[in-house]
T-cell receptor, first 115, second 113 residues
Framework: EPEVTQTPSHQVTQMGQEVILRCVPI?????FYWYRQILGQKVEFLVS????????KSEIFDDQFSVERPDGSNFTLKIRSTKLEDSAMYFC?????????????FGPGTRLTVL | AQSVTQLDSQVPVFEEAPVELRCNYS??????LFWYVQYPNQGLQLLLK??????LVESINGFEAEFNKSQTSFHLRKPSVHISDTAEYFC???????????FGKGTKLTVNP
C-alpha cells in the first residue's frame, strides 16, 4: 500500500538555525499538509498546499515557515530561524483529488529538537 | 473556533473487555468527524469517519462510532478489545469549507492480558 514518508525521523538543531523537513507524499495525491504536535499537546494544523500554492494556513504558520514542492515528488517545510518552542513532532499528510473530507494520509513524523 | 475534547488521556483495559473512548466537539455546523489511530513509531492512520447518512459508522477491525448531534459527541467503542488495539487514538473534525483537521489531545489505550 502506498504511504507517506518523511525524513529525517529525528532532527536536532541549534536555536537560530534553519531546518528543512522533507516529505514524499503518495504519488498521485494533489493536496499536501503539515501538522505539528508539541509534546503533551494536540496535533495542530500548520498549512495546506495545492496547485503550488498555500490554500490555508494557521496563525502558527508565520514568516519563519515556508513550504515548497521543489520537484514532482517532494514536499518540504522550512523553518528559517528555529526557536526552542519549535521543538515538536512534525507530520506531513497528503490526499487525492476530490472533497476536502477525503482521507488525509499521514507520514510517521519528524521529531525536531531545538537546543 | 472549532475545538475537540477527548476527556480521557489514558484508558487501561483488560483483553476482551469493552471500551469507549470519548470525544466531544464544539460546533455542530457542517462538521465531519474522524478517528485516527497511531501505533508506536507509525503515522496517524484513519480508523473511521462520519460524513453524512447513518450516524453509526464502523471500521474493519471492529470499532464503531456514533455521531450524536444533540450531544456534539462522536464516541468510539469496541465490544471486545485485543492486545493489538494498544495505541493512541485521536478524534478529529473538519468544518465544512476548511481543509484542516482539528484534533483532540488523544487517548492512549492500553490493553492488558
Amino acid at each position: 500500500e502506498p504511504e507517506v514518508t518523511q525524513t529525517p525521523s529525528h532532527q536536532v538543531t541549534q536555536m537560530g538555525q534553519e531546518v528543512i523537513l522533507r516529505c514524499v507524499p503518495i504519488s498521485n495525491h494533489l493536496y499536501f499538509y503539515w501538522y505539528r504536535q508539541i509534546l503533551g499537546q494536540k496535533v495542530e494544523f500548520l498549512v495546506s498546499f495545492y496547485n503550488n500554492e498555500i490554500s490555508e494556513k494557521s496563525e502558527i504558520f508565520d514568516d519563519q515557515f515556508s513550504v515548497e514542492r521543489p520537484d514532482g515528488s517532494n514536499f518540504t517545510l522550512k523553518i528559517r530561524s528555529t526557536k526552542l518552542e519549535d521543538s515538536a513532532m512534525y507530520f506531513c499528510a497528503s490526499r487525492g483529488s476530490g472533497a476536502s473530507t477525503d482521507t488525509q494520509y499521514f507520514g510517521p513524523g519528524t521529531r525536531l529538537t531545538v537546543l | 473556533a472549532q475545538s475537540v475534547t477527548q476527556l480521557d488521556s489514558q484508558v487501561p483495559v483488560f483483553e476482551e473487555a469493552p471500551v469507549e473512548l470519548r470525544c466531544n466537539y464544539s460546533s455542530s455546523v457542517s462538521v465531519y468527524l474522524f478517528w485516527y489511530v497511531q501505533y508506536p513509531n507509525q503515522g496517524l492512520q484513519l480508523l473511521l469517519k462520519y460524513l453524512s447518512g447513518s450516524t453509526l459508522v464502523e471500521s474493519i477491525n471492529g470499532f464503531e462510532a456514533e455521531f450524536n448531534k444533540s450531544q456534539t459527541s462522536f464516541h468510539l467503542r469496541k465490544p471486545s478489545v485485543h492486545i493489538s488495539d494498544t495505541a493512541e487514538y485521536f478524534c478529529a473534525v473538519i468544518q465544512g469549507g476548511s481543509e484542516k483537521l482539528v484534533f483532540g489531545k488523544g487517548t492512549k489505550l492500553t490493553v492488558n492480558p
